[in-house]
């Protein structure tokens, strides 16, 4: 794990069952591991990518999640299909450890888009969570009763004025796993 890069991914979707609802906007920062001798890595940006994808299934999204997603035709309607995002985003993360903020969400989806497209998933089988690594880090801190995104960008002093938006969230994850992480 300490040679290959972090993929920070996070999804947007109509919903929250893989097997009824789909990603719309999928995002991905890729960043190398950087050794600092007793310190743990830092973390150095290579890239990051962003997709709106054409929902295939706008019947069966839940109206809830479309709200808070910001979902709108007029927003997606230049949106990529879900084939193309899942061969491009196989692509830049190919090798790369999958990092998420409620990995077991995002998971789900990214693979059940895999499988339905077709497409190879060729990233390296270890996965993070910074919701686990949040729990054992702050564990002791009185004030960290929760582990929500927001939460932790409230206490750790982070920037996401663009909430559930997948880069935005994704650009919060990264400056997240950061600090608790003393990268």
Known sequence: MK???????????????PNRHE???????????????GKGPSIEIIEEA????KPE????????????????????????DRKKAMQEFAKKTQS??????????????VMKAFDETG???Q????????????????????SADKFSLRFLCDLLK?????????LADTRALVEIYKKLMSA
Request: aromatic share 12%.
């Open 3 to 17: 040679v290959h890069n972090l993929a920070f991914i996070d999804t947007e979707t109509t919903g929250t069952d």
């Open 23 to 37: 990603i719309i906007e999928l995002a991905v920062i890729i960043a190398r591991q950087v050794t600092r001798e």
């Open 50 to 53: 962003e997709w709106k994808i």
């Open 57 to 80: 299934h706008i019947n069966t999204a839940d109206e809830q999640a479309l709200r808070v997603n910001g979902y709108n035709e007029v927003d997606w309607m230049f949106a990529v």
């Open 96 to 109: 790369c450890t999958f990092v998420s903020h409620n990995l077991v969400f995002d998971y789900a989806f």
């Open 119 to 121: 497409v190879d998933n």
């Open 123 to 142: 990233m390296h089988y270890a996965k993070l969570d910074t919701i686990s690594i949040a729990f054992a880090r702050l564990y002791d801190v009185p």
């Open 158 to 166: 982070v920037e996401n004025s663009k909430a559930h938006t997948a």
